[in-house]
């Protein structure tokens, strides 16, 4: 007998920030940023092949300021806002709800323009606020993973097999196209059944 339908739930994401995150962070800081607290690109990346019960990562590496970032293979990318506020003052009393509201009324914004179709990662934007105690090397963060919620809830069937639903030529293809998958892509695939 097949079981009922359930309310899809989404999982955050927590952060996994890499040690080379925070030095090139202190180098920017140092030699580029300067006092200011201007909204900065950042890149980061996910996957879903993690163990089982072990929360999502959004992970930022050394290489998350790169324009050309594009995560590693079999990784997804995400759109990231960076802010470094030179006193730990400005970073608590940030808007911090604020700064959610703006991150996820991005990604509608790119839901709404057709923009998230050609680039999957404008749909997991995220936002980094930090203050850097040079002087100590203390960093002080805070991550917003904005999520859509629907006003219904979108129900999840029960998951069946590939085997069920293609043939064996399908699923071989299918299989190619994720072995194949250019990280220029985002890492992304999408397909209509």
């Known amino acids: 007998m097949a079981k009922a339908a359930t309310a899809l739930q989404f999982q955050p994401f927590t952060s996994a920030v890499d040690a080379g995150f925070w030095h090139e962070l202190m180098r920017r800081k140092l ?14 990346s996910y996957r879903n092949g993690d163990v089982m019960g072990l929360p999502p990562r959004m992970s930022l590496e050394f290489d998350a300021f790169e324009e050309s970032y594009v ?3 079999h990784s997804s990318l995400a759109q990231g ?5 030179n006193t730990i003052e400005g970073f608590k009393t940030a808007d911090k709800a604020g700064l959610v509201t703006e991150t996820g009324r991005k990604v509608w914004e790119a839901i709404v323009s057709g ?3 050609d680039d999957p990662s404008l749909l997991t934007q995220f936002f980094l606020i930090a203050f850097a105690d040079l002087k ?3 960093f002080y963060y805070w991550f917003a ?3 859509l919620c629907p006003e219904e809830a979108v129900m999840a069937e029960e998951a069946v ?3 069920t639903c293609l043939t064996l030529t399908q699923m071989e293809s299918l299989q190619s196209c994720w072995d194949n998958l250019s990280t220029a892509s985002g890492n992304v695939l999408l397909f209509r059944w």
């Open 81 to 85: 806002t960076l802010v470094v506020t």
């Open 161 to 163: 097999s590939l085997a």
């Open 31 to 44: 030699e580029v940023y300067h006092l200011d607290e201007t909204p900065q690109p950042l890149r980061g």
């Open 115 to 117: 923009r998230a179709i």
């Open 136 to 138: 100590k090397y203390h």
């Open 145 to 147: 993973f904005p999520a």
């Open 71 to 73: 995560g590693h293979h």
